[in-house]
């Protein structure tokens, strides 16, 4: 029987056009043997049973919209468990939801909103990420600032294991300190400890406070990060915090007619108790206010799409994903700069600067791969010595993981390194689940 006809025997769909399963976001080629769609938690099962037997390594899909090579895959299966997108209980005293793995984000907060909730982390990609690729991503987004990443929100979890076991790690409760936290453990795991197929959230009330979403455009590039630092030291909490440097205001402007200036600005989300103060802040800055829902709604819309509108830009692109301490805000900008010059590329930067969190997104030719892999290598270098991190929320995949044993190795030591490995070991010893990216 042929390997099509065994998963089809178990109820899974045999995907035939696999066009769409390829490559990722940042043309990182996904070539497996096979693709195929899980309905439930006993076709993930299945899937696994078979991939085993078969001694083919298992890529789970969500939305495909990862970056990094987080999806590649030779030869192997990938599992799509969109088809799993059931939000299964909502509970407004105990403000959890429970959903299956495949619900996309934006489907969630639409299914939260009509009854008074959101729930916070926001990927730009929200339209199509689901809850178990940003739960194994550990994702973050623009409400981040305030509001944590997913590690913040994730209650518990219903996990298939390499070996076909179902397990439930945690608890839909508030407070819990029984056991070792596996659902943390889980959180940034990259699909490489089990596959996810349903997940309790936490979710909030949505604000009942007025909010003004302003777009503050400069004339100096260093007043942008030092504003960031300001805003902070008068011990102001935006909502919202994100940078657009020129050329991405340029991009937006191309793609989205929008009226910007300047050499760059912040998109910022300021409840009305801090406003006036944070517009003294800002007085080097020309403030625009949305006025109305709609424009809000354009504001953020921009932003959410300013990596599309960069990407349009090129044929070839690195989406980088630095973190820095917020204090060394001003320094990650002026070496971006400093980059730039030094190998003659662009790299329009935007990002979750509230977080210290930028996405210089570097652009280049065919013949300028190499200037490009160097430029990115020496930024991360840089971000490690000064205590930063090689990725704040898009993960490692294939293109980080040399560069994540060197920040383990620098900032951590060598037998952190080996604790992870051991770990991944107890979860999945014969490596069938994404092997050949993060820590190994
Ligand atoms: C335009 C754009 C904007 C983005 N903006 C942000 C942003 O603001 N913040 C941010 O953090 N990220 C961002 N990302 C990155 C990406 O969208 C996130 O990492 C997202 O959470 C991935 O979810 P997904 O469902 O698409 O996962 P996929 O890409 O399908 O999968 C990602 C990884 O998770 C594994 N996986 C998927 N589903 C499961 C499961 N159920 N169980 C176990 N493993 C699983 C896969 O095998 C893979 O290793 C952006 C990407 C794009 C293209």
Redesign the pocket.
Known sequence: MSLEEEFSRLGLEVVSNTEKYRE??THYPVEPRIVVKAKSTEEVVSALTLARKHKLSL?????????GG??WNKGGVVVD?SPMKRIIEFDDVNWVVHVE??VVLDDLNRFLSQRGFFFPP????SF???V??????G????RCVKYG?MRDWVLALKVVLPDGSIVKLGEPLLKNRAGYDLVRLMVGS??TL????EAWLKVIPLPRYKLTRLLAFFHDEAHIAEAILELRRHRIQPELAEYMDQRVLEALRTHFNLPVEGVGALLLDLAEFDLEEAKSVLSKAKIRIAQTEEEKEEFYRARAFG??AVSALSKNYMVEDVVVPISRLPDLVSMIRKLEEKYGLLAPTQG?IGDGNLHPEILFDDSQREKAQRFYQELCEYVISIGGSITG???V?LQKKELLKRQLKEHNGAPVIELMKKIREVFDPEHLL?PGKYIE
Request: net charge negative; hydrophobic share 35%; glycine share 28%.
């Open positions: 990722d976001f890529t789970p899909w969500g939305g495909g919209s990862s970056l987080v999806l468990v793995a495949g926001d990927p730009a990609s199509v990420c689901t178990g690729g940003a739960v194994v991503q994702s973050g987004g623009m990443t990259e699909g089990g596959v996810v197929v990596g599309v979750h929320e898009h993960g995949g994404n």
